[in-house]
């Protein structure tokens, strides 16, 4: 990761490569967008059985059946699945922790890599989903070291393919090939498109909507995308939206979409403003009243902090909209609703006569800011759709659209 930031892509080994060569993946082959495993095959009944046939000793029995229970419910959710639990007997999905070789010409690797894997829907070993007994698996998050992995989102993402889902190229699926670094399991959009263009749409969806919650990865070329924050990392720019960030990439490579979590575990989704101070090789994150460190790209302990103690911010600020920070002068611009700060980093105290209000010093900007930077000399500042270009010296404005860094 530290080698990533600041060095010239070469085209060679991009972050895409070492991330597959370094994070454990399910055993069954690559395919793109949302898919169907190859002949498309799918189940004929909507009122399905699984069976536990054998457990992993790393949990007790009672959790990894709750595990399965709320794998199955993440799919019933969207679809007019129904998934019922049997104890003997032939189930449409049997569920087990094997080893090795395991007569099925998919065998497994001992701990890492290869975790598992499930065949399409069809009669015995269709639709049955296989977990290496020799994984240390865990009801944890995912955990950042890849020793432990979470049980959950393996089986949601195997059930995928027992449902008859090949892979998905989208990064919020749960259907990418890689499993993802996340707190939360939930479908992305990908996943509720590719199971109802199989089964159709939940005849009776559930009363309270909060459990239908789904994972949307931000589009780079969507008209409408807005960002949460925005900041240079080593002096690369760097976008922030729900809980992904966004990199513009050179000639060479497409924008990267990935989670934030990939990066930095402990920084939360929905970043208000960050800012990054070079002369200290810190990247400050701000979310309400807290503020997170990143130092030569590795979250500092003992956060978060808050904004007031550290900052002098006064209690009547609840969240800060965006932050931008001048390495030459050492001054750093904190932006709140139609108001703006201005500390000093080398005083380490806000600068006297503040706040002055946003629109008497940047003209042209509009009175409210979602994500701000400043390089070289200009800020930029982006607001919904629109983002401005605002040269301090002369006042000079440029308005552009939000997603005029991507190639779109
Ligand atoms: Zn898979
Ligand atoms: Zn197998």
Redesign the pocket.
Known sequence: MQKFFGLNVTGKVDKETLDVMRQPR?G?PDVAWFSTMPGGSIWRTHNLTYRVVSYTPYLPRSAVDDVFEKAFQLWSDFSPLTFTKIFSGEADIMISFLRGDHGDNNPFDGPGDRLA?AFAPGPRLGGDAHFDVDETWTVEPWTEDYSRYNLLYAAA??FG?SLGLG?SSDISSL?Y?TYQLTSEVLLGEDDVNGIQSLYGEKQRPPINPSIRKTVIAPKVCDRDLTFNAVTTVRGEIMFFKDRFYIRPMNNYLEEEVNYISVFWSHLPSEIDAAYEFQEEDIVLFFKGSKYWVVQELNELAGYPKDIYSSFGFPRTVKKIDAAASDEYTGKTYFFVADQYWRYDERQRSMDEGYPKMIADDFPGIGDKIDAAFYKNGIFYFFHGTEQYNFNPKTKEVRVLRTNSWFNC
């Open positions: 399910c069954v894997h993402h195997e393919h892979h259907m090939p």
